[in-house]
C-alpha cells in the first residue's frame, strides 16, 4: 500500500532494551506538553488507502489486547477516528460519515446483535466498525448457533470494504475463525491516561505455505515500529461511544431481568417441532411430483404411491395431509377451506 509523504514524526529510540517504553512515555509527554497538534497518523492513512483502493479491494481486521483498565476501547477509538478522518480526505465528506460510535460501536452485546449490525452496515461502504468488550465474538461461545451465524456474516462481507475492530484482554480470547482473518493486533503496553495517552505494540501477521503465521513489527516509510502512541479520542466522540456503551448497559440489563439470561435466544424453529419441519421440507421438494402423480392416476394406492416418491407411506400420508389431499372412494382428492 502506497503511504503519502507527509510527516507522522517517527521517533528513534536508540537501543530496544527495558528502558525503551519509560523512554518513549517520556518524548510523547513532552510532545503533547509543548502543545504541537498531534501528527498525521500513517496507521490510519493505510487502513484508509487499504479499504478504498478500487483495484486491491480489501477489508481490514484489526484487534487490540491489554489487561483490563488497561484502555483497549479507547485504543481502538482512537485508531478508527483516525482512520475515518484519513477516508473523509481521500473520499470527502465528514469522519462522521465513516465512524460514529452512536451507530458503529457494539459494546455488551451478543452474537445476534453483532449479525444484525453487520447486516445493516453491509448497505455502507468504508464503514469502521468497533465489537466491543469481545463478549459477542469470544473463543467459548463459539459453537452456539447465533455465534456460528455472526462469524460467516463476518467472514464473507469483504466486500463492503470495511474496516472493523475487536477487543479482547487476550488475542486468543477472540473466535477462531475471526482471529485468522486479523491483519494487525496490538497491545496495549503501558497506560499513561493521567497524561491522554496509552504506548502499544502492533504486529502484523503472515501466513506460510504450511499455515504456521509469523508476526512481523510494522514497517512505514521505511521505519520499522516497535513503539506506538494511541491518544485520547475527541471529546464528541468519547461522548458518542459512552452514549452507545449506556444502551448495550441498560439492553442487557432488561434482557436479564425480563429473561434471566445474557443471550438471546433466538427460535430459529418458528415453533415448530422436527417433523413438521421436515414434512415441510418433502411437500417443497416433492409437491409438484405428487400432484403430477394424482393428475396421471387418481386412484393409484398409497403404496404405489409412496414407492414412486421413493418414501414410506406414513410420512406421505403426513405430506397429502398438510397438502390437503385426502383418498375419498378410492380417489385422490384436493379438498378445499379445510380447517
Known amino acids: 500500500m502506497r503511504i503519502d509523504k507527509a510527516e507522522y514524526n517517527f521517533l528513534p529510540l536508540g537501543p530496544a532494551n527495558g528502558s525503551a517504553v519509560k523512554r518513549f512515555a517520556i518524548e510523547v509527554q513532552n510532545y503533547i506538553e509543548s502543545g504541537k497538534p498531534i501528527p498525521p497518523s500513517a496507521l490510519g492513512r493505510y487502513i ?6 478500487e483495484k486491491d479491494r480489501q477489508d481490514f481486521i484489526g484487534a487490540v489486547a491489554g489487561d483490563r483498565g488497561s484502555g483497549k476501547s479507547y485504543t481502538c477509538l482512537w485508531i478508527l477516528w483516525r482512520a475515518s478522518v484519513e477516508i473523509s480526505k481521500l473520499l470527502g465528506g ?7 460510535p452512536r451507530e458503529n460501536v457494539l459494546s455488551l452485546d451478543d452474537a445476534q446483535s453483532v449479525s444484525e449490525l453487520l447486516a445493516r452496515k453491509s448497505k455502507n461502504k468504508f464503514q469502521c466498525l468497533l465489537i466491543d468488550d469481545n463478549t ?14 455472526a462469524v ?12 472493523i475492530f475487536l477487543n479482547a484482554p487476550q488475542i486468543k480470547g477472540i473466535d477462531n475463525s ?3 482473518y ?5 497491545w496495549v503496553t503501558k497506560s499513561c491516561h493521567a497524561a491522554g495517552f496509552n504506548i502499544i505494540r502492533g504486529n502484523s501477521k503472515q501466513m506460510s505455505a504450511s499455515g504456521k503465521s509469523y508476526l512481523h513489527r510494522l514497517n512505514f516509510n521505511n521505519n520499522v515500529l516497535d513503539l506506538w502512541a494511541s491518544f485520547k479520542p475527541p471529546e464528541h466522540i468519547l461522548e458518542y461511544y459512552d452514549q452507545a456503551r449506556e444502551e448495550s448497559a441498560k439492553r442487557l440489563a432488561e434482557l436479564i431481568s425480563e429473561t434471566g439470561e445474557s443471550v438471546r435466544k433466538r427460535d430459529y ?3 415448530k417441532s422436527l417433523v413438521e419441519r421436515r414434512t415441510e421440507k418433502l411437500i417443497e421438494e416433492k409437491g409438484r411430483d405428487i400432484q403430477e402423480i394424482i393428475d396421471k392416476n387418481p386412484r393409484i394406492s398409497q403404496r404405489e404411491f409412496a414407492s414412486e416418491l421413493c418414501i414410506h407411506p406414513d410420512i406421505l400420508g403426513r405430506i397429502l395431509g398438510k397438502m ?3 383418498r375419498i372412494e378410492g380417489k385422490y382428492e384436493v379438498i378445499e377451506n379445510v380447517r
Not at 456474516?153 to 470495511?162: E, G, L, Q, V, Y
Open 48 to 53: 484508509a488507502e487499504r479499504i478504498t483502493d
Open 94 to 100: 465528514d469522519p462522521l460519515d465513516y465512524f460514529d
Open 178 to 180: 475471526i482471529r485468522d
Open 136 to 149: 459477542a465474538l469470544g473463543a467459548h461461545d463459539w459453537n452456539t448457533k447465533t455465534s456460528k451465524n
Open 152 to 163: 460467516k456474516i463476518f467472514t464473507t462481507m469483504r466486500t463492503m470494504r470495511n474496516c
Open 182 to 186: 486479523v491483519q494487525i493486533s496490538f
Open 324 to 326: 390437503n389431499i385426502r
Open 269 to 271: 424453529t418458528n415453533g
